[in-house]
């Protein structure tokens, strides 16, 4: 898919090592970059340490490509991936890992709910041994208690049901180490759900609170609606206890079925009432019958998602872009792409 990227030829700056790479997926954003590039490099700056910004354009509609471009051109270590369209976070998170190359990895938002002034702290878990440095919301500022309350019980609920164990009000700002990026680039379902896959992936991780900001400027991309999908997404990926609890929901109604069908045989026969069942029979039917639908619409789920894996599509699609120094020295490079993303690649095609 990135055939573009892998014609990058050689040049010196961009083949510098990287010791972290701040991955930074961004839809309709160009309210916010400029301030964030700005906190992020001083923050940075400060850090000392050989760094570059992945900045994945996700079909924005506004002026966010142009920026970024523009970012590009100033700014050395800046990379920027423009994909063809919107793919959502999640994809556009996948091709930020896939073309960050530092030894650690950030992933943040563009909005600086997650503030790059606790980079030094995650730095710091990660030389002290953390493949993963998970950060956990203390607050959310800025968040309704409806969004909050029901985040809260979606990661009970998942935790509960499925076999990832996911640290409750995490989200995706974390740091990967180089290992933990080629394990989670290994997992090459087109489904993505990142807090999942994250889980999935094991390794040892820190856990580091912190208040979470609210958005600088710009509005959220995710109405009720998209959290729910979201929410069900992650919870078809990553659990069949919906199926089980279908097939439960079947056997006790068939036994209550049972139960009640011997129980208007005997009241036939042995007291002589007559069988007087209309409204009985119309609200069975409508319930039977709304319980079986809703049945066939989970396994549907499932056989959908199936249906999506077994096509193969790549997971996002690259228009363009511009690899850090490129833009600024004129030079270009070939990908480092890891094993990993090549065997994935390769399959994709
Ligand atoms: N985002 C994206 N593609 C999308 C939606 C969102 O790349 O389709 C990015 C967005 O630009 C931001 C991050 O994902 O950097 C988180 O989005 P947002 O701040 O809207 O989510 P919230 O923080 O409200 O959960
Ligand atoms: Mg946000």
Same mark, same amino acid.
């Given at each position: 898919?990135?055939?573009?990227?892998?014609?990058?030829?050689?040049?010196?700056?961009?083949?510098?090592?990287?010791?972290?790479?701040?991955?930074?997926?961004?839809?309709?954003?160009?309210? *916010?970059?400029?301030?964030?590039?700005?906190?992020?490099?001083?923050? /940075?700056? &400060?850090?000392? @340490?050989?760094?570059? !910004?992945? =900045?994945?354009?996700?079909?924005?509609?506004?002026?966010?490509?142009?920026?970024?471009?523009?970012?590009?051109?100033?700014?050395?270590?800046?990379?920027?991936?423009?994909?063809?369209?919107?793919?959502?976070?999640?994809?556009?998170?996948?091709?930020?890992?896939?073309?960050?190359?530092?030894?650690?990895?950030?992933?943040?938002?563009?909005?600086?709910?997650?503030?790059?002034?606790?980079?030094?702290?995650?730095?710091?878990?990660?030389?002290?041994?953390?493949?993963?440095?998970?950060?956990?919301?203390?607050?959310?500022?800025?968040?309704?208690?409806?969004?909050?309350?029901?985040?809260?019980?979606?990661?009970?609920?998942?935790?509960?049901?499925?076999? *990832?164990?996911?640290?409750?009000?995490?989200?995706?700002?974390?740091? /990967?180490? &180089?290992?933990? @990026?080629?394990?989670? !680039?290994? =997992?090459?379902?087109?489904?993505?759900?990142?807090?999942?896959?994250?889980?999935?992936?094991?390794?040892?991780?820190?856990?580091?609170?912190?208040?979470?900001?609210?958005?600088?400027?710009?509005?959220?991309?995710?109405?009720?609606?998209?959290?729910?999908?979201?929410?069900?997404?992650?919870?078809?990926?990553?659990?069949?206890?919906?199926?089980?609890?279908?097939?439960?929901?079947?056997?006790?109604?068939?036994?209550?079925?049972?139960?009640?069908?011997?129980?208007?045989?005997?009241?036939?026969?042995?007291?002589?009432?007559?069988?007087?069942?209309?409204?009985?029979?119309?609200?069975?039917?409508?319930?039977?019958?709304?319980?079986?639908?809703?049945?066939?619409?989970?396994?549907?789920?499932?056989?959908?998602?199936?249906?999506?894996?077994?096509?193969?599509?790549?997971?996002?699609?690259?228009?363009?872009?511009?690899?850090?120094?490129?833009?600024?020295?004129?030079?270009?490079?070939?990908?480092?792409?890891?094993?990993?993303?090549?065997?994935?690649?390769?399959?994709?095609?």
């Amino acid at each position: 898919m990135n055939a573009l990227v892998e014609k990058w030829p050689g040049d010196s700056y961009a083949s510098r090592p990287v010791e972290l790479s701040v991955v930074i997926p961004m839809y309709n954003e160009h309210q *916010v970059i400029e301030i964030m590039h700005a906190r992020l490099t001083s923050e /940075l700056v &400060r850090l000392r @340490v050989a760094y570059e !910004l992945v =900045l994945v354009d996700d079909g924005s509609r506004d002026g966010t490509p142009r920026m970024l471009a523009d970012l590009a051109a100033r700014d050395l270590a800046v990379t920027a991936v423009f994909l063809s369209r919107n793919f959502g976070k999640e994809a556009a998170l996948t091709a930020g890992l896939e073309h960050a190359c530092g030894a650690a990895v950030i992933i943040m938002d563009a909005d600086l709910q997650d503030p790059p002034e606790l980079i030094p702290q995650m730095m710091q878990a990660w030389k002290a041994g953390a493949e993963v440095v998970c950060m956990r919301r203390r607050s959310r500022a800025g968040e309704s208690w409806l969004k909050r309350f029901s985040a809260h019980g979606f990661y009970r609920l998942l935790n509960a049901i499925s076999d *990832v164990d996911i640290p409750p009000d995490t989200g995706d700002f974390r740091l /990967l180490s &180089r290992k933990a @990026v080629d394990a989670l !680039l290994q =997992l090459n379902e087109r489904n993505r759900y990142m807090k999942g896959l994250f889980a999935w992936i094991g390794l040892p991780t820190t856990v580091i609170e912190y208040d979470r900001m609210p958005r600088v400027a710009g509005a959220t991309k995710w109405d009720y609606l998209s959290l729910f999908s979201l929410a069900f997404q992650g919870i078809t990926s990553f659990s069949i206890a919906p199926l089980r609890l279908a097939m439960a929901t079947g056997l006790v109604t068939a036994l209550f079925g049972v139960l009640f069908t011997l129980w208007v045989v005997v009241k036939a026969l042995v007291l002589g009432d007559p069988v007087q069942g209309y409204p009985s029979l119309i609200s069975m039917i409508a319930i039977l019958g709304g319980v079986q639908l809703l049945s066939i619409g989970l396994v549907g789920e499932y056989i959908g998602k199936t249906y999506y894996e077994t096509k193969r599509r790549p997971v996002y699609i690259v228009r363009d872009a511009i690899r850090r120094g490129e833009a600024a020295n004129g030079l270009c490079s070939k990908f480092d792409w890891s094993a990993a993303s090549k065997d994935r690649y390769a399959a994709a095609e």
